[in-house]
């Protein structure tokens, strides 16, 4: 359905990234001013390890079992409707392409929108959303994402 969207006006919007599914859509014009879009000024941050749920770790095992096709979990997995729909919301990894279901690691890439859709009146470079499955995928080389993370008001700055 985005996918044959040609005008989109986002503008005022207080909009920060746009999301992921922004360049597989075929807009011939994109209002988007007067928004509070992230600067391209990325900040080093400090990586601190995190644990998956149960349900990610057994979502992620899953979804590395129905690749398999001689998997006992691919033949079963028919008979478990509730967990088929579950993995329904899986996004791929822009890093690895597998699949996940939670988006822990929020992360942006910033983009040409002239270039992407070829248009003159598209405003310089944005921030888009993108979805990485671990920090190991953040860390991979070759590749322009920024993690995001919130921003932490110190006791000092409260005073000031």
């Known amino acids: 359905m985005l996918n044959r969207l040609k005008l989109l006006d986002v503008s005022a919007n207080r909009l920060r990234i746009f999301p992921s599914k922004l360049e597989s859509m075929s807009l011939k014009v994109l209002h988007c001013e007067q928004n509070l879009f992230l600067p391209a000024k990325p900040v080093c941050s400090v990586h601190v390890p995190e644990v998956l749920s149960l349900r ?5 095992y899953i979804f590395k079992q129905l690749a398999d096709r001689w998997s006992c979990v691919r033949q079963q997995i028919d008979n ?3 967990i088929k729909q579950q993995l329904k919301e899986a996004e791929p990894c822009a890093v690895c392409g597998r699949l996940f279901l939670t988006t822990w690691l929020e992360c942006v890439k910033f983009v040409d929108l002239k270039k992407i859709f070829g248009l003159s009146n598209m405003p310089g470079v944005a921030p888009v959303k993108v979805l990485l499955c671990s920090y190991q995928c953040l ?10 993370t919130a921003a932490v008001v110190l006791p000092t700055e409260l005073a000031a």
């Open 56 to 60: 990610e770790t057994a979502a992620r």
């Open 139 to 148: 860390e991979t080389p070759g590749h322009n994402f920024f993690g995001l």
């Open 80 to 82: 478990y409707p509730k």
